[in-house]
């Protein structure tokens, strides 16, 4: 009897904590509320393609107020995600008191992992620049570019921003004083529009940035005649990139966020479908016997809410309450070994502690 109990309990630990696996996949969608999520699929059902987060066999609630009001930014609401602190907003890196701490990028890299790191948005825009600067105003882009070009913990970093760093907006050319030279001297080799190799690394080799617009990517239904899908960026990114185990990558839809402060049905649309693709591309890349995937959502942009069509999909109308963040439970999704760590309602700084538990070895 006593070995049949101390069975049951070796059977009951094996059931809440697995091996930890050996890649972490996460995904957010900034903006994209519990809503958006629905939306998602939605969408993907009425064009007949894979509503991919369907996939995930862990849902939970999220929550992300910051220490001095109700409402989070994205700075906040980042920085909660990869420092594991609740903070003001617009900082970034940073705590309420201003104490600097260490982001998942770091810690991962420290660990052995390739790190990296893909936005549709500019560089500089608070969730990328959460994952690499300190600072306490998301507006200080000089600090924010400072950082990134001294950093060496983040192996590949795929966005846009090129207007900020020192090329002309319109040859695509490098100035003489280019921070993108900075950085190829540090030994990254550096690429520009549609993959352009603008330098090369000049030091030890130690991975790549990718620069592929001038500012924020396009929205997905208004890309330029040769501007890649960002689904294509990152397929692009991982076949440059030529990963190897162990792997953290963190990809960020950013650009949700943005055609919902304007309140562009049209683009949301678009984008939220692009989320999709990410989502079944990244599933299709990575062995899910040995990747963790997590998605989840800094916080809710413009009050959606759909107010009628069909049961399969189509003639979706949707309505807006506002053009700015709200107050609101967010999506967290989790695929794949210990995805059951992640049941449950919590705070987005808790999300981070549930990672690292996760991935312990």
Request: charged share 20%; hydrophobic share 40%; aromatic share 10%.
């Amino acid at each position: 009897m006593k070995k049949f109990l101390i069975a049951i309990v070796v059977l009951i630990c094996s059931v809440w904590v697995s091996a930890a696996p050996k890649n972490l996949i996460v995904i957010m969608g900034d903006g994209m509320g519990m809503n958006h999520l629905f939306f998602s699929e939605l969408l993907s059902q009425g064009k007949n393609l894979p509503a991919y987060t369907e996939q995930f066999e862990v849902r939970a609630v999220g929550t992300n107020t910051p220490m001095d009001t109700l409402i989070t930014d994205s700075a906040a609401a980042a920085t909660a995600f990869f420092c594991g602190v609740r903070t003001n907003t617009s900082f970034l890196g940073l705590d309420s008191q201003e104490k600097e701490y260490d982001s998942l990028m770091k810690i991962f890299k420290s660990r052995g992992y390739t790190t990296g790191l893909i936005t549709n948005t500019r560089y500089n825009d608070a969730t990328p620049a959460a994952a690499y600067a300190h600072t306490y105003s998301r507006h200080d882009t000089s600090k924010i570019t400072q950082d990134l070009v001294e950093n060496e913990y983040i192996d590949f970093i795929v966005a846009g921003g090129l207007d900020k760093l020192g090329v002309n907006i319109f040859t695509a050319k490098p100035n003489p004083t280019s921070k993108l030279k900075d950085m190829a001297d540090k030994g990254y080799d550096i690429y520009g529009l549609n993959y352009k190799k603008l330098f090369d690394h000049q030091k030890e080799y130690k991975g790549f940035r990718a620069f592929v617009a001038m500012g924020d990517k396009n929205f997905e239904n208004e890309l330029f005649d040769n501007e890649l899908s960002f689904s294509r960026v990152v397929e692009n990114t991982l076949a440059i990139a030529e990963v190897k185990d162990p792997l953290f990558l963190f990809i960020e839809c950013g650009r949700i966020d943005d055609a919902c402060h304007a309140n562009k049905t049209e683009s949301v649309a678009a984008d939220l479908l692009e989320f999709q693709k990410v989502v079944g591309l990244v599933l299709s890349k990575f062995d899910p016997s040995e990747t963790l995937f997590v998605i989840f959502a800094d916080h809710e942009t413009g009050g959606l809410s759909m107010l009628a069509g069909a049961n399969d999909g189509t003639n979706i109308k949707i309505g807006w309450t506002i053009g700015d963040h709200t107050a609101a439970y967010i999506p967290i999704l989790a695929k794949g070994p210990n995805s059951q760590l992640f049941n449950g309602k919590y705070h987005l700084s808790e999300l981070h502690d549930r990672i690292l538990q996760a991935m312990a070895e």
